[in-house]
């Protein structure tokens, strides 16, 4: 049953606390109760921006038309239904000063059909390319995958029939809090396969990258160089903003994109 919107307006109040309910999934018991009702069956990735991939290097057989949009374009085409949010719930519920508020989720599949109506809306494919567009031009991360979170506050079923498609911030993004939750869950929340984010000798230590760039705080400072540690999830934010053009997005396996795409589509049906 769709969530009713007294419900979204208790929950947008509690996600400031969000941090200090990530810590109790590390209780044992409380951890498990957790892991069960909000994250059984999960599997997301973040997705490398395409404006940070140098596209004029030769990548195998794909050369250069290897892009990570190619994922979301793929289910995005594959869906019978789309659903854009009127909001982020994330940055709405953060006041946030930084992101456009109004640019929320696109959740994709049959489960979108029973999500409250004065949430969002049902879109077009057109228009959910548009959007992702938008929300890419606007500096936000997209990640997606499987969400049992975004079934549970939404109140819609089947979860494998749901699709979420985020477009994320550093500052109020739920998924900031990856590196506190309990080992098993925060695991959940990946990088793309073969998708390696690494520091080169340009770098001189400025700390540019370590100035709330990090969804989940997985750069430092080491021996007037940055660090990247395997808490990185490989959405490429640090390449993007570096000044000396020190980290770089290398792709170990050029079938990342083909690789994503079928783990995706094992545990989610969105025709």
Same mark, same amino acid.
């Given at each position: ?24 999934? +590390? ?20 997705? *490398? ?31 019978? +239904?789309?659903?854009?949010? +009127? ?27 029973? $999500?409250?109506?004065? $949430?969002? !809306? ?29 079934? &549970?506050?939404?109140?819609?079923? *089947? ?10 911030? *550093? ?16 695991? !959940? ?5 073969? /998708?390696?984010?690494? /520091? %080169?000798? !340009?770098?001189?230590?400025?700390? %540019?990258?370590?100035?709330? $760039? ?15 540690? +395997? ?12 000044? &000396?053009?020190? $980290? ?9 994109? !083909? ?13």
């Amino acid at each position: 049953m769709a969530r009713p919107l007294w419900f979204i307006k208790v929950l947008k109040k509690a996600f400031p606390n969000i941090k200090f309910i990530a810590k109790l999934t +590390n209780l044992p018991i409380l951890g498990t109760v957790f892991d069960q009702l909000l994250f059984k069956g999960d599997d997301i990735m973040f997705l *490398p921006q395409d404006k940070i991939i140098e596209i004029n290097k030769p990548m195998g057989e794909y050369d250069e038309y290897i892009l990570p949009s190619q994922v979301l374009e793929y289910f995005i085409d594959k869906a019978k +239904n789309h659903w854009v949010m +009127n909001f982020c719930i994330c940055r709405s519920s953060m006041n946030c000063q930084d992101y456009p508020i109004d640019l929320g989720c696109l959740f994709l599949g049959d489960a979108v059909l029973n $999500i409250n109506p004065k $949430i969002g !809306k049902l879109v077009s494919k057109e228009v959910a390319l548009e959007h992702l567009r938008k929300c890419r031009e606007a500096g936000l991360v997209q990640m997606i995958g499987r969400n049992r979170l975004d079934a &549970q506050w939404l109140g819609v079923k *089947p979860g494998e029939k749901l699709l979420s498609i985020c477009n994320c911030d *550093p500052c109020c993004c739920l998924w900031r809090v990856s590196s506190i939750l309990a080992p098993k869950i925060g695991s !959940k929340i990946k990088r793309m396969p073969g /998708v390696k984010v690494q /520091v %080169t000798d !340009k770098c001189i230590g400025c700390g %540019t990258c370590i100035k709330g $760039i990090c969804f989940v705080n997985a750069i430092e400072i080491v021996d007037k160089k940055a660090f990247i540690s +395997n808490e990185c999830r490989g959405c490429g934010r640090c390449v993007e903003v570096c000044p &000396q053009k020190a $980290i770089e997005i290398r792709f170990e396996d050029t079938n990342f994109v !083909k690789k994503s795409i079928e783990k995706i589509d094992k545990i989610i049906d969105v025709t």
